[in-house]
């Protein structure tokens, strides 16, 4: 009689009970976005740097597992540049609102974001299913933000005081930010006039 110890253990990727790790650290990091702000808002920018820092970590640690033992979701696929979104418009937000840099630029990312999600429920309704992935320029561009963001918070810090390496990341985001989003308008506006041409086109035939 065989020994139930004895049977293999083996256990599919999918049905892992750490399957869910990437996902609840991206939850993690949604979470953080409120004290973050806060900490930034109230001038606690030791504690903002360290919480930007392990938000960062996070990020980096979640795409690893997920990728690394196949637990890529569609729901992660959505909660991960969400969390990315809302770190960094909290970010930018309370930058703004304490003077560490000009309102205008927290208004231009802002309003980059809502004219992409304006623009992706509009292509939804009027158009179809959107499957948007990032674009290269669009990931230069977050990656450029988040670069920002942490010289902003070394220089509160004062652990960190290169006023034109800081300018020079300043004006490099504005000018990825103005062009990413540029790029989304005019390539989703032309993909849209493209679906609905073929759709009046086979409604004629």
């Known amino acids: 009689m065989k020994s139930p110890s004895a049977e293999p253990q083996i256990m599919a990727a999918g049905t892992s009970p750490w399957r869910h790790l990437p996902n609840a650290l ?24 360290l919480i930007a820092a392990g938000a960062g970590a996070t990020d980096a640690l979640d795409g690893l597992i997920a990728k690394r033992y ?18 960094l418009l909290a970010c930018f ?36 299913r959107l499957n948007a ?5 669009s990931k230069v561009t977050t990656c ?3 670069v920002y963001v942490l010289a902003q918070l070394l220089t509160l810090t004062t652990w ?23 790029q989304y308008v005019v390539v989703w506006s032309l993909k849209a006039q493209r679906e609905m041409r073929s759709r009046n086109a086979g409604g004629r035939t």
């Open 26 to 49: 991206t939850a993690l990091r949604m979470l953080l976005v409120v004290p973050l702000a806060w900490l930034i808002r109230e001038g606690h920018y030791n504690g903002a740097l």
């Open 70 to 87: 196949g637990w890529q979701s569609w729901l992660g696929g959505v909660l991960d540049p969400l969390a990315d979104k809302l770190m």
């Open 144 to 146: 450029l933000q988040i």
């Open 160 to 182: 960190f005081h290169v006023p034109i390496l800081t300018g020079v990341l300043m004006w490099a985001t504005v000018v990825a930010t103005v062009l990413s989003g540029v």
């Open 133 to 137: 992935q990032p674009t290269p320029l």
């Open 93 to 128: 937000l309370s930058l703004g609102i304490i003077g560490a840099q000009p309102i205008w630029i927290t208004w231009l990312v802002i309003g980059r974001d809502v004219v992409i999600v304006a623009g992706a429920v509009a292509y939804h309704h009027l158009v179809g």
